[in-house]
């Protein structure tokens, strides 16, 4: 693989790969007021878009900014749908071909094949492996503090520019990370700001794993972990990490970053994870009971999505599944009132084989 993309924008910017662009965009919207004007004169308005990224005219649209308050309140800024494809053509030509596999293996997030699941068992490997050499042993936990709205935009430009040397892909990164007027921050919501995000973090997992020369470390988007033999050790990596963050990235850890003994568990991706088993973190289960509170009440008054809800209940009782969760399975099952709809939770089948 090339270390740097020279002369492919041209090659990859073809009337099909748009089309393509478009299928991935519209995939969970196809029924949406914006998807379905685009494809009124859908040839007419590829072709045009295809037409403004070849000249160098395009420009994105401006954003529409709305609040979400699950898992906890943000700000999204969404963008026109054509801006979305763009979005996707870029990420699925370039970034997903060219710089994600420049990864480290133990990066999770936005990566295909890997996600909450797999950072949340290979983090109990790690937790086992430290067990088996030291018996006990320190756990550095850290995220960053209001990640997303702190992104440096002159520090990830100049990041990718590493990467690029094509003038006109390189333009087209420039309007990605400074159209939408704010000095720093990527804006939540943008297909490309995750893929921007884990790009800017790789940065410091290089350093961990090439500086700091830590073995067992974990990292899915801005919450990483590291194991390491003594407390004297996880001081010291803490230290480092925090002045690397703050000088390089120029980011801050939040408060809840810390460094503290094993048998404290790991609270990681969703889960609380000991060295032989992992249980669904509190905030997890307090959600889905509010959740199903919700859903008696609808379905009762006879206003429940049903499909929607089956689609939610398949999600959560596979999420948990993941963690020794029956009788939590179990407990919620049994209190919705509808439930006969429902798939009933299979018998405990956590850690065993199957």
């Given at each position: 693989m090339p270390h740097t993309i020279r002369n492919e924008f041209?090659?990859?910017?073809?009337?099909?790969?748009?089309?393509?662009?478009?299928?991935?965009?519209?995939?969970?919207?196809r029924n949406s007021y914006e998807v379905l004007k685009f494809e009124i004169d859908l040839e007419t308005n590829i072709v045009n878009l295809y037409k403004k990224l070849k000249n160098g005219t395009y420009k994105m649209?401006?954003?529409?900014?709305?609040?979400?308050?699950?898992?906890?309140?943000?700000?999204?800024?969404?963008?026109?749908?054509?801006?979305?494809?763009?979005?996707q053509w870029y990420v699925y030509e370039f970034i997903k071909s060219y710089v994600v596999p420049r990864f480290i293996n133990d990066s999770y997030a936005c990566i295909e094949g890997r996600g909450t699941h797999k950072a949340v068992d290979r983090a109990q490997e790690y937790m086992r492996c430290m067990k088996n050499k030291y018996g006990t042993y320190y756990i550095v936990k850290c995220d960053i503090k209001g990640f997303f709205y702190n992104i440096d935009k002159d520090v990830l430009y100049n990041i990718l520019k590493r990467f690029i040397k094509d003038e006109k892909l390189l333009a087209l990164t420039y309007e990605f990370i400074y159209n939408d007027g704010e000095e720093v921050g990527l804006p939540i919501g943008n297909y490309t700001s995750q893929f921007f995000a884990n790009i800017y973090m790789n940065e410091l997992d290089h350093y961990v794993k090439e500086v700091l020369k830590i073995k067992y470390y974990v990292?899915?988007?801005?919450?990483?972990?590291?194991?390491?033999?003594?407390?004297?050790?996880?001081?010291?990596?803490?230290?480092?990490?925090?002045?690397?963050?703050r000088e390089v990235l120029h980011l801050e850890l939040n408060n809840k970053s810390r460094y503290y003994p094993n048998k404290m568990g790991l609270d990681f991706c969703g889960f609380r994870i000991y060295g032989s088993y992992r249980l669904l973190r509190k905030r997890s289960i307090k959600k889905v009971k509010r959740k199903v509170k919700r859903w008696n009440v609808l379905y009762e008054r006879g206003l429940l999505d049903l499909d929607k809800t089956v689609l939610e209940w398949n999600s959560w009782l596979a999420h948990s599944s993941h963690g020794k969760c029956y009788k939590l399975q179990m407990d919620i099952y049994n209190k919705i009132i509808f439930k006969e709809y429902l798939k009933k939770p299979y018998v405990e089948t956590y850690g065993r084989i199957l």
């Amino acid at each position: 693989m090339p270390h740097t993309i020279r002369n492919e924008f041209d090659k990859h910017l073809t009337i099909e790969a748009l089309f393509d662009a478009h299928e991935r965009a519209s995939k969970t919207k196809r029924n949406s007021y914006e998807v379905l004007k685009f494809e009124i004169d859908l040839e007419t308005n590829i072709v045009n878009l295809y037409k403004k990224l070849k000249n160098g005219t395009y420009k994105m649209g401006k954003y529409r900014t709305f609040k979400i308050y699950e898992p906890k309140e943000r700000v999204i800024r969404a963008l026109p749908y054509v801006d979305r494809i763009v979005h996707q053509w870029y990420v699925y030509e370039f970034i997903k071909s060219y710089v994600v596999p420049r990864f480290i293996n133990d990066s999770y997030a936005c990566i295909e094949g890997r996600g909450t699941h797999k950072a949340v068992d290979r983090a109990q490997e790690y937790m086992r492996c430290m067990k088996n050499k030291y018996g006990t042993y320190y756990i550095v936990k850290c995220d960053i503090k209001g990640f997303f709205y702190n992104i440096d935009k002159d520090v990830l430009y100049n990041i990718l520019k590493r990467f690029i040397k094509d003038e006109k892909l390189l333009a087209l990164t420039y309007e990605f990370i400074y159209n939408d007027g704010e000095e720093v921050g990527l804006p939540i919501g943008n297909y490309t700001s995750q893929f921007f995000a884990n790009i800017y973090m790789n940065e410091l997992d290089h350093y961990v794993k090439e500086v700091l020369k830590i073995k067992y470390y974990v990292r899915f988007m801005d919450d990483f972990i590291m194991f390491v033999k003594t407390k004297e050790e996880a001081k010291k990596v803490f230290l480092d990490i925090s002045k690397y963050v703050r000088e390089v990235l120029h980011l801050e850890l939040n408060n809840k970053s810390r460094y503290y003994p094993n048998k404290m568990g790991l609270d990681f991706c969703g889960f609380r994870i000991y060295g032989s088993y992992r249980l669904l973190r509190k905030r997890s289960i307090k959600k889905v009971k509010r959740k199903v509170k919700r859903w008696n009440v609808l379905y009762e008054r006879g206003l429940l999505d049903l499909d929607k809800t089956v689609l939610e209940w398949n999600s959560w009782l596979a999420h948990s599944s993941h963690g020794k969760c029956y009788k939590l399975q179990m407990d919620i099952y049994n209190k919705i009132i509808f439930k006969e709809y429902l798939k009933k939770p299979y018998v405990e089948t956590y850690g065993r084989i199957l």
